[in-house]
């Protein structure tokens, strides 16, 4: 039997890069598990890179796309949370308990059909408490004519009725099938320019673990709002804007950082 080395353990908590290398061993762990696919190590590191640039925290223009896509999902009549390797790797337990507090089923959907990938997600997932779960019969999968990849097999309960889909970590061709085939698209990318965040209703540029705990709480908050209230919040959201801003953030960083960066050498 393989012995697993839980890394976490091995890890000094006061390691300055502390939370970047716990997640960093989730997605290696996840690999070994073939949950995540090997390009998926490769996604990561982009989405690491781009984090750095962001200052690794959450800014409050994220902030207001979180809460704008929460109330998305809450007026949507079949919202889906699409579910790709990384993502059950890094954040089952919240995937499912945003699957829950927002009303939306959980759907695998895998760039990378390995055999037996789609049966590891699925336990990670059960692992992790999930019981609403679509896309874990490969045999009644439908296609979506738009896209020539292994996504554009999607469940025909779940995405191909959907109204909204929540798709973190995404690729940018099935985001733009997603919003050809006319449904609302809620992105979670680190990189602010990927054609994911550009073809998204709604781009939350941030990293997907950061995103997932403040999703939860703020949907049990807007949860006592009216339909109104949530609709009046979508309606007002600009993306382009968002994304602007979002560029126009890491440039006040990185301004910042050509002076402050060297202070730990004092
Ligand atoms: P596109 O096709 O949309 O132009 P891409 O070719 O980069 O983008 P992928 O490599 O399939 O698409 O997607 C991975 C994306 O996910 C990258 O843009 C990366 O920045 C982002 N990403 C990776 N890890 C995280 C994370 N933990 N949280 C949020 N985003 C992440």
Excluded at 30 to 39: C, L, P, S, T, Y
Aim: proline share 3%; net charge neutral.
């Amino acid at each position: 039997m393989k012995e697993k080395i839980n890394h976490d353990d091995t890890l000094p908590k006061d390691h300055p890069r502390y939370e970047s290398l716990k997640y960093r061993h989730k997605i290696i762990e996840g690999m070994k598990e073939i949950v995540v696919a090997e390009a998926g190590l490769i996604a990561h590191g982009r989405g690491e890179c781009f984090d750095y640039m962001l200052g690794e925290k959450t800014n409050e223009i994220a902030e207001k796309a979180i809460k704008v896509a929460v109330a998305l999902l809450l007026i949507s009549e079949k919202p889906i949370l699409s579910v790709n390797g990384n993502t059950a790797a890094l954040v089952p337990e919240e995937l499912v308990a945003l699957s829950n507090v927002v009303s939306a089923p959980l759907e695998i959907n895998i760039f990378y059909g390995k055999e037996g990938r789609v049966k590891a997600i699925t336990d990670a997932l059960i692992k992790a408490g999930a019981t609403n779960l679509l896309g874990t019969d490969e045999s009644k999968m439908v296609e979506i004519e738009e896209l020539s990849s292994n996504r554009r097999r999607v469940d025909p309960n779940g995405i191909k009725i959907a109204d909204t889909v929540f798709v973190p970590l995404e690729d940018g061709d099935r985001t733009e099938a997603l919003k050809k085939l006319g449904k609302k698209v809620i992105a979670v990318d680190l990189n602010p320019i990927s054609r994911t965040a550009i073809w998204a209703d709604i781009t939350i540029v941030d990293n997907i673990v950061r995103v997932l705990p403040k999703m939860i709480k703020i949907a049990g908050e807007l949860k006592n709002l009216n339909k109104e209230e949530l609709r009046k919040m979508v309606k007002d959201f600009d993306n382009k804007k968002n994304i602007q801003d979002i560029l126009e953030m890491i440039k006040e960083h990185l301004e910042k950082q050509k002076e402050g960066a060297f202070k730990i050498l004092e």
